[in-house]
Antibody, heavy 117, light 107 residues
Framework: EVQLLESGGGLVQPGGSLRLSCAAS????????MSWVRQAPGKGLEWVSIVTHNGDRAYYADSVKGRFTLSRDNSKNTLSLQVNSLRADDTAVYYC??????????WGQGTLVTVSS | DIQMTQSPSTLSASVGDRVTITCRASQSVSNWLAWYQQKPGKAPKLLIY???SLQSAVPSRFSGSGSGTEFTLTISSLQSDDFATYYC?????????FGGGTKVEIK
């Protein structure tokens, strides 16, 4: 059974940073692209970033480009999202998702990031 | 960027009804389209990929169709477990984009 467990969310001041992590199990992690998708309170889904199976390329939404960095450690089955220069509109639940051909076939339970002073 | 527009935004229906949700893309996405179901406080769940392929373990009352710029998700006979919000997503090109969602409510 695929399991994705996010961690690292919390309350942070505007301009601050966090590191979100996703621990994966139940599948061959190194064979799949992995993504983050976020959802602001009461709003729809927004794709944030995706990294290729071997970590050689990552793509970002324009709204986070230059502020967020996605990486993975295939030896530890872990995905990490470094989020810097946080703004109020980054407040959201952040979901880690297993990406089959750039759609999302398994999701974690999410971690809440709240940006507020 | 490819914009995805869903209609309606809200739909009221009864158990047993046939329900159809439409998703339109601002330019062709071929058949690179997925559908998700999300219940309050839960993560989304993949229902359909490649426009019409049913994800494993998803009930056969769900079906998808379309190509190019117009797509539909159909629930052939709505069950109580199906009251949720549904999203389409294109994966033809980056940035990956979602529709705004369709909330299926109890009539």
């Amino acid at each position: 059974e695929v399991q994705l467990l996010e961690s690292g969310g919390g309350l942070v001041q505007p301009g601050g940073s966090l590191r979100l992590s996703c621990a994966a199990s139940g599948f061959t992690f190194s064979s799949y692209a992995m993504s983050w998708v976020r959802q602001a309170p009461g709003k729809g889904l927004e794709w944030v970033s995706i990294v290729t199976h071997n970590g050689d390329r990552a793509y970002y939404a324009d709204s986070v480009k230059g502020r967020f960095t996605l990486s993975r450690d295939n030896s530890k089955n872990t995905l990490s999202l470094q989020v810097n220069s946080l703004r109020a509109d980054d407040t959201a639940v952040y979901y880690c998702a297993k990406s089959g051909a750039n759609y999302f076939d398994s999701w974690g339970q999410g971690t809440l990031v709240t940006v507020s002073s | 960027d490819i914009q995805m527009t869903q209609s309606p935004s809200t739909l009221s229906a009864s158990v047993g009804d046939r329900v159809t949700i439409t998703c339109r893309a601002s330019q062709s996405v071929s058949n690179w389209l997925a559908w998700y179901q999300q219940k309050p406080g839960k993560a989304p769940k993949l229902l359909i990929y490649k426009a019409s392929s049913l994800q494993s373990a998803v009930p056969s009352r769900f079906s998808g169709s379309g190509s190019g710029t117009e797509f539909t998700l159909t629930i052939s006979s709505l069950q109580s477990d199906d009251f949720a919000t549904y999203y389409c997503q294109q994966y033809n090109s980056y940035p990956l984009t979602f529709g705004g969602g369709t909330k299926v409510e109890i009539k």
